[in-house]
C-alpha cells in the first residue's frame, strides 16, 4: 500500500461575473457537464473541486442537471469542495476585511449546499501574499493550493515537492500543496497511457488546474469525449493497482509535512512575464534563453519576472479601476446592496491581461463599471458634491464631480483630463477606453509557421499556448500604439500635417507638452480650472500656457481652453476625446456608423446617437472646428488566434492658430 503513488488531483472552474450568457453555456456543454457526467460513474475515485460562488450560483439557476451530479457527488464522498473569495478575486489585490468577507460567504454557500465545511483553499491565479495566511486562518482554511513554482523560486528542488510544506505568518500557520507543473502540461495533452506513466514518476502526484482544459480549450472536447480520452483516463485509474485517489483533506490528516517554507510574493511563471512592460518581457525572454545555455535546470528557479500588482503600473486604466475600488471598499456602507456590488466589482479577471482576454474584454470593463456605479449610487445618493483625493495612489489630485445624473473624474496628473464619465442611469462609463499597448506577443503577428506538433502527432494535441494561426492583414495594419493615455479633454500642438491618418496611427507631430504631463489645478465657486506653464518646441522651447476649466450642470459640462504662446508660427490646436460605447455598431453621427471614419470641416456643433444606451451626446463650441473621428482597435488573442478588439472611438476637434486660442464649448448626454 505504502508504494503506491497517491494522486491528489483537483479541477477548478471560473467564469468572469456576467460574463455573456452564451459563453458560460458553451463551457457547461463542452466542459463542465460532461466531465461530471464521466466522472459519476467512477465512485472509488476521489478528485477536488473548487467553483467560483457566482458560476456555482449561475450554474444551478440555470443547469440543474450538473448542480445535482455535483452534490450528489459530493453527498458520495467522490469530491471535496475547496472555498476562495466568492465572486473569484486576487486575494491579495483586496482589503482585508473584503477576502475575509468573500471566503466566508463561498464556506457559507458550500455549507448549505453541499453540507461540506471546507478546509481547502484555491489561490485564484496562484497569486501568493503571506499576508493571506492570517486571513485564511481567520476562515477555517488550514490548507492552499501553490504552484510547484512557488517554492522552486523561493530555494527548493523539484524532487522535493511531493506533499505539503507548512508556511507561517504573524504567528498564524498554513499547509501548502505546490501543483506539479509537468502533469499540468500532461492532462489532457498526452495520450492516458503517457499521462499515467507521469504520474507513476511521482510518490505523491499533486494535479490541480482548470477544467476549461477538459472540454473548452481548442480541440480539447473531441479529444476529451468524442475519442474517449477522459474515460479512458478514469477507467485506467479505477484498474491500476500501482495509483490510490486520495483527497487532499484525507492527504493532510494522515500525512505530515515535508519542512516549513517561506514563499516570495509570486504566482505562475508567465503571469509574471505577462506583468511586465513589452520591452522588459522581450528582454526577461532573452536572458532566459542564454542562461539556459549555460544551467539549463536553473531558469526556472533564478530567472523571474515581475509581480501580479504590477499590472496596475502597466495598465493605467487597470490602476484605475483598482482604485477605484479600493475607494469604495474604504467608505463600504453595510447595505447588502453595496457590499454584494463591491464583491463583484473585485473580480479579478479585468484587473490583468496575459495573453486573452482579461483587461482588455470591453465587456468586462463595463460589468466592473457597473457595479461600481450602483456602490457609488448607495454613497452618493441625491448629492451634488467635488470631492478632492489622490484615489490613485500616484501623488497627484484627481477631482470628482457627483452630480445627480453623472460622476465625472478629472486628473490632474493627465493634462486635467477626464478619465471617467458614469452615467448613473445606464450604469456605464462612457470614458472606459483602453489605451493602446505594446504586447510583447504582438512580435509573433507576422509570424505563420504550422503548428507541428498538430500536424505529426496523433497520440497527443496541443494545448492552447502551443496553438498557432494565420494572421490577416486586418489585424496586422491596426497595431498601433499609443504614446499618451486615451482619455478626453487631451491638449495636442501641432501643424498642417495633422490628417486623420497620422491621428488614427498616433503619429502625428507634436510640439507640446500638454497631452500627458501633469497640471496644476484650483476650484473657485462655480469651475474647475487646470493650469499648465509649459511649451512649444519648435527650434527651441517657447514659454506656453494652457488654461483649461470645467463647469459641471445637470447634462452637460462647460469647457473652455485659453492658450497663449511666445512663439510667432502658425500651429492647429487638437483637442482629443476618447469614448467607449457597448455597441459601436448602434452609434450614429447623422447617418454614419461610428465605425466608420468621419473627416467634416467647418462645423460648429454635431451630435451621436446610441440606440444602445438611448442617449444622444452632444457637443457644440463657439468657432467652426474641423472634426475627425476615427474607431479604436486593440490587438490581442483568444483561444482561436489573435482578434481585434472595438475599444472606443477617438474625436480630434482641430482649430487652426497663431499666439493664442480661446474657444468655449459644451459636452452633453442627453435621454433620447
Wanted: glycine share 4%.
Amino acid at each position: 500500500m505504502s508504494n503506491k503513488t497517491k494522486l491528489l488531483f483537483g479541477v477548478h472552474m471560473h467564469q468572469p461575473v456576467d460574463n455573456f450568457s452564451e459563453a458560460v453555456d458553451e463551457a457547461v456543454l463542452k466542459c463542465y457537464e460532461p466531465f461530471f457526467e464521466v466522472f459519476k460513474d467512477y465512485p472509488t475515485l476521489k478528485i477536488a473541486l473548487h467553483c467560483s460562488g457566482w458560476l456555482l450560483e449561475y450554474i444551478k439557476k440555470y443547469h440543474n442537471k450538473l448542480f445535482k451530479n455535483i452534490k450528489k457527488l459530493s453527498a458520495n464522498g467522490n469530491i471535496e469542495l475547496f472555498s476562495a473569495g466568492f465572486y473569484e478575486p486576487v486575494l491579495s489585490s483586496i482589503p482585508k476585511k473584503d477576502r475575509i468577507a468573500q471566503i466566508k460567504k463561498l464556506n457559507k454557500t458550500i455549507k448549505k449546499e453541499f453540507l461540506q465545511t471546507p478546509k481547502g483553499a484555491w489561490l485564484t491565479e496562484r497569486v501568493w501574499d503571506d499576508s493571506l495566511i492570517e486571513d485564511f486562518a481567520k476562515c477555517g482554511i488550514e490548507y492552499v493550493m501553490v504552484d510547484d513554482y512557488h517554492l522552486i523560486v523561493s530555494g527548493f528542488e523539484e524532487s522535493e515537492l511531493q506533499g505539503y510544506f507548512y508556511s507561517e505568518y504573524s504567528g498564524e500557520k498554513i499547509a501548502l500543496f505546490p501543483i506539479n507543473k509537468a502533469l499540468r502540461y500532461a492532462l489532457p495533452f498526452k495520450s492516458v497511457e503517457e499521462a499515467i506513466k507521469d504520474i507513476k514518476e511521482f510518490k505523491n502526484a499533486i494535479i490541480f488546474d482548470d477544467l476549461e482544459k477538459f472540454g473548452l480549450w481548442p480541440k480539447t472536447h473531441e479529444w476529451v469525449y468524442e475519442k474517449g480520452w477522459l474515460k479512458e483516463f478514469f477507467e485506467t485509474l479505477k484498474d491500476d493497482k500501482e495509483i490510490q485517489s486520495v483527497h487532499f483533506g484525507e492527504f493532510y490528516k494522515n500525512e505530515k509535512a515535508l519542512s516549513l517554507a517561506y514563499l516570495q510574493n509570486v504566482s505562475y511563471y508567465e503571469m509574471g512575464e505577462w506583468s511586465l512592460k513589452s520591452k522588459n518581457a522581450l528582454k526577461l525572454e532573452q536572458i532566459k534563453e542564454e542562461v539556459s545555455k549555460k544551467f539549463p535546470k536553473s531558469v526556472d528557479k533564478f530567472v523571474k519576472g515581475g509581480t501580479w500588482k504590477n499590472f496596475f503600473i502597466k495598465y493605467e486604466e487597470s490602476n484605475r479601476l483598482h482604485k477605484r475600488m479600493i475607494e469604495v471598499s474604504k467608505d463600504a456602507l453595510s447595505s447588502k446592496a453595496f457590499l454584494d456590488a463591491l464583491y463583484r466589482l473585485q473580480t479579478n479577471d479585468v484587473f490583468w491581461h496575459g495573453v486573452f482576454g482579461g483587461l482588455y474584454l470591453p465587456n468586462l470593463r463595463d460589468n466592473a463599471y457597473k457595479y461600481l456605479t450602483i456602490c457609488e449610487d448607495i454613497r452618493y445618493k441625491d448629492k451634488n458634491i467635488i470631492e478632492i483625493n489622490d484615489t490613485d495612489m500616484n501623488g497627484y489630485d484627481e477631482v470628482k464631480a457627483v452630480s445627480k445624473k453623472f460622476i465625472l473624474r478629472f486628473d490632474s496628473h493627465f493634462g486635467g483630463q477626464m478619465v471617467e464619465l458614469l452615467d448613473r442611469s445606464k450604469k456605464f462609463n462612457f470614458q472606459n477606453v483602453l489605451t493602446r499597448y505594446e504586447e510583447a506577443y504582438h512580435k509573433d503577428i507576422t509570424k505563420t509557421t504550422p503548428n507541428k506538433k498538430e500536424e505529426s502527432d496523433k497520440n497527443s494535441i496541443a494545448s492552447i499556448h502551443e496553438l498557432q494561426t494565420d494572421i490577416d492583414d486586418d489585424i496586422k495594419n491596426a497595431l498601433y500604439y499609443d504614446w499618451y493615455i486615451k482619455n478626453s479633454f487631451i491638449d495636442h500642438i501641432s501643424n498642417d500635417t495633422f490628417t486623420i491618418e497620422n491621428f488614427k496611427k498616433c503619429s502625428f507631430w507634436e510640439y507640446g507638452d500638454f497631452a500627458n504631463q501633469p497640471f496644476e489645478y484650483e476650484l473657485n465657486d462655480s469651475a474647475i480650472n487646470f493650469k499648465r506653464e509649459g511649451g512649444i518646441y519648435f527650434d527651441k522651447k517657447y514659454p506656453s500656457t494652457l488654461k483649461k476649466s470645467y463647469i459641471i450642470n445637470d447634462d452637460e459640462v462647460e469647457f473652455m481652453i485659453d492658450f497663449t504662446t511666445t512663439s510667432n508660427e502658425s500651429y492647429k490646436y487638437a483637442l482629443e476625446f476618447n469614448l467607449h460605447f457597448a455597441s459601436l455598431d448602434k452609434v450614429f453621427f447623422k447617418d454614419k456608423k461610428l465605425s466608420n471614419e468621419i473627416n467634416i470641416k467647418d462645423i460648429k456643433e454635431f451630435y451621436l446617437l446610441d440606440s444602445w444606451s438611448k442617449k444622444k451626446i452632444i457637443f457644440s463650441l463657439d468657432r467652426e472646428f474641423e472634426l475627425l473621428s476615427t474607431p479604436l482597435y486593440t490587438v490581442s488573442k483568444s483561444e482561436k488566434g489573435y482578434d481585434l478588439m472595438v475599444q472606443g472611438v477617438s474625436f480630434a476637434f482641430v482649430f487652426p492658430f497663431s499666439k493664442s486660442l480661446k474657444l468655449r464649448g459644451k459636452m452633453g448626454i442627453e435621454n433620447v
